[in-house]
């Protein structure tokens, strides 16, 4: 496989490790954004970290960044530019997954944001959820979804790249000249 394919090869195990990352600090987390750098890059610019780094077991470095607020995490996204030394960014958010049935009733779009928020925060069959997204310059993605087990519901891990285009396609603005 020729180097170049190995980031986008490499995402979803890069988005994994950010997910374990987070969850190693428990729930209530706030949003935790990530630039994914090219582990040879780095160790060239520190070479000190030859140690704990091996580009061949994974081609891409999570590094975590300062804290994103909570609340209008649109439009932080918005601002943020990242230099040519980044060559993807993941983020990892705590989320409230409905059943279909609530997500339909929500997106008749009849609520306000706030109302929308209580709603899904009281809905009985709601489940907290950490969410992560990964993606590279090129476009590719991987997301992560941890879905908080219960008394009721065992912990679940669910992958794909679509769990959240709206999320991805945000931070894949965020890696535009």
């Known amino acids: 496989m020729p180097a170049s394919d190995k980031p986008t090869v490499a995402l979803p195990a890069v988005a994994r490790e950010v997910e374990q990352f987070v969850s190693s600090a428990g729930w209530n987390q706030p949003p935790q954004l990530f630039a994914l750098v090219p582990t040879a890059d780095l160790l060239a610019q520190q070479p000190e970290l030859a140690g704990q780094l091996d580009p061949a077991t994974s081609p891409l470095t999570p590094i975590a960044q300062d804290a994103l607020p909570?609340?209008?995490l649109d439009?932080?996204?918005?601002g943020i530019a990242w230099p040519d030394a980044v060559h993807g960014c993941a983020?990892?958010?705590e989320i409230v997954v409905l059943p279909p049935d609530a997500?339909?009733?929500l997106a008749e779009g009849e609520l306000d944001d706030?109302?929308?928020r209580q709603f899904?925060?009281?809905h009985p069959q709601r489940r907290e959820a950490r969410l992560v997204a990964a993606v590279l310059r090129d476009g590719s993605?991987?997301?992560?979804?941890r879905l908080r087990g219960n008394t009721e519901v065992p912990e679940e891990l669910v992958e794909h790249p679509?769990?959240?285009p709206n999320l991805t396609d945000a931070l894949l603005a965020t890696l535009k000249p």
């Open 162 to 164: 679509e769990l959240a």
């Open 70 to 72: 909570s609340d209008q």
């Open 120 to 122: 899904a925060a009281e």
């Open 114 to 116: 706030e109302a929308a």
């Open 103 to 105: 997500e339909s009733q």
């Open 91 to 93: 983020l990892a958010q």
């Open 75 to 78: 439009q932080a996204l918005a």
């Open 141 to 145: 993605a991987a997301c992560v979804l």
